[in-house]
């Protein structure tokens, strides 16, 4: 383990300009000084601020969606007069719609639906810009792609079992991710979000009239519309979890990373770590 | 093992060349959304409750949609997955007016057609039924969720706006309900759409008065709200400027998308 292990991990350091001259190659554990290391690429820091502030509009309209309709269904049809799969414990904004609850909530679904469809076009837009960026700068293969050795089942359980022990991370992490947080990560971009993007568009009748197949492979619109409440749900289900870990972690000094782009290194880190 | 870059750019590089390209691609990426602009309007990409917050939002949705979906037919579906139990959603109390013309069985409804048309007109039920009738099994499915399958019965709206011979320079339909401010309008390529019905029948009988008999236009790639019931009007026009508000729609007037293909 040496400076280039290291430097093999940071390689967002590519993109950050100004600070990555200043970077010595490897901090003397002995030297009393801390230093800010490069971490996160400008492009990343902004794209991951613009998901994060899509996902909350998108959470918000999409919760003010289902109320007007908390009932869910399978196949290509479901209404008030049809059995449902699940409903939700929750009132509807209809007196009509059959819930069990004898109050109605404010119904809100004009904004809810603008909403959700200007922040859906925004995540796409942003999501774009960071995967193709990502691919072409080699951001997903250095920083998210397990390496051949941590995907080994030692590894893996190792990983695991730590995680279960609620160890506090390495300070190698602050500048790497770990074999667990880069599945997550790679299973929330390139499965979770085109799923949820799918299963949305799935639900559009002018997207079906054109893509048909689209809906029919999911087995119906109605599917289509619980596909979506559930992988949303996974997506609620990461975030507590992203949060909850970054608050693990050290809630300063990760926000400080996704913020100003740099981690502190140096005295702090090696007692931490106790060299 | 990959290295990162070694690159380390400065200030220095930040040359006079730098400067010039840099403002060029900037001048050209606003000239280009200009242009882009330009050619939404002329080829009628842009909704006209494309204001506000969350207009680019909703333009992005309609211009994608009609490029995507000029021609593309809404899913029909087997006679066998005809929903039992189709919901009707509700309606207002009835007018007086609706009354009276219940009464009579429908027999004085009339479908008046004006605006951009060589010959204003107006219809019965019953000469609409003149036409030959087409069926679609299509589904209706309501912007809060909840969807069904029928059979809708009805004569294409392209064929009645054949017969009143439309002026080219017609842009869309406005069609209004009986129901007081309730009122919608389409572009042409869903009024002209072949799955676009004025219907009159539903699963092989006469459209119920809560499925908005007798007489409702069917948009199929559009969900609930865009098929008013109870049509007693038709405009053709070349621009909604004029009409209430200038949004399109009362559902635009009171906060919902005018393009509803979603």
């Known amino acids: 383990m040496g400076a280039t292990w290291y430097y093999s991990r940071v390689g967002d350091s590519a993109c950050i300009p100004s600070t990555a001259s200043a970077v010595p190659t490897a901090v003397p554990a002995a030297v009393p000084t801390t230093t800010a290391t490069p971490r996160h690429s400008a492009l990343v820091r902004v794209t991951h601020w613009i998901t994060t502030l899509c996902f909350f509009a998108l959470l918000v309209s999409g919760a003010e969606i289902v109320i007007s309709h908390p009932r869910f269904y399978w196949g290509e049809t479901g209404n008030d007069l049809t059995p449902t799969l699940f409903k939700l414990p929750i009132p509807a904004s209809r007196n009509l719609v059959p819930t069990g609850y004898g109050y109605v909530l404010p119904d809100q679904n004009g904004w809810s639906r603008y909403l959700h469809f200007q922040s859906a076009w925004l995540l796409v837009f942003t999501g774009l810009l960071y995967v193709v960026f990502g691919l072409w700068n080699g951001h997903f293969r250095r920083n998210l792609l397990p390496e051949g050795a941590d995907l080994s089942w030692r590894a893996l359980s190792t990983s695991i079992a730590s995680h279960l022990r609620f160890e506090r991370p390495i300070a190698a992490e602050a500048s790497s991710y770990n074999v667990l947080q880069r599945l997550s990560y790679l299973f929330v971009i390139f499965i979770l979000f085109p799923f949820v993007i799918w299963t949305g568009l799935a639900m559009s009748p002018a997207f079906v009239s054109a893509v048909p197949a689209a809906v029919n492979v999911l087995g119906g619109q109605q599917s289509a519309r619980t596909l979506h409440f559930f992988v949303s749900l996974a997506l609620v289900l990461f975030l507590l979890v992203h949060v909850g870990m970054v608050w693990f972690a050290g809630f300063r000094s990760r926000m400080r990373a996704m913020i100003t782009g740099t981690v502190i290194t140096g005295r702090a880190a090696t007692t931490k770590e106790g060299a | ?262």
Request: net charge neutral.
């Open chain 2, 1 to 262: 093992m990959s290295e990162p870059s070694t690159r380390e750019p400065s200030l220095r590089d930040l040359s006079r060349r730098k400067l010039i390209t840099t403002g060029l691609a900037a001048t050209a990426g606003v000239a280009g959304l200009g242009v882009a602009a330009r050619l939404a309007q002329k080829y009628g990409l842009i909704p006209p409750d494309h204001g506000g917050i969350y207009g680019l939002g909703e333009t992005l949705t309609y211009a994608s949609q009609r490029l995507l979906t000029r021609h593309s037919l809404a899913r029909e579906f087997s006679r066998s997955q005809i929903s039992e139990r189709p919901f009707p959603n509700e309606i207002e109390p009835p007018t007086d007016e609706f009354k009276r013309l219940q009464a009579g069985g429908f027999a004085d409804w009339r479908l008046s057609i004006s605006g951009l048309v060589a010959r204003p007109a107006s219809f019965s039920i019953d000469q609409l039924k003149s036409y030959p009738s087409r069926s679609q099994i299509t589904m209706l499915q309501c912007e809060e969720g909840w969807s069904y399958i029928a059979e809708w019965i009805g004569v294409p709206l392209s064929q009645i706006l054949q017969a009143v011979e439309v002026l080219p320079q017609a842009r869309y339909v406005v069609y209004f309900s009986i129901e007081p401010d309730t009122w919608e309008s389409i572009d042409m390529a869903d009024a002209l759409h072949p799955q676009t019905f004025l219907t009159y029948g539903m699963n092989g009988s006469e459209l119920p008065v809560g499925h908005g008999g007798p007489l409702r236009l069917r948009v199929p790639r559009q969900v609930g709200y865009k098929n008013v019931k109870f049509i007693t009007h038709l405009k053709v026009t070349d621009s909604l400027k004029g009409v209430g508000k200038g949004l399109g729609s009362a559902s635009a007037e009171a906060g919902y998308a005018w393009y509803a293909g979603i």
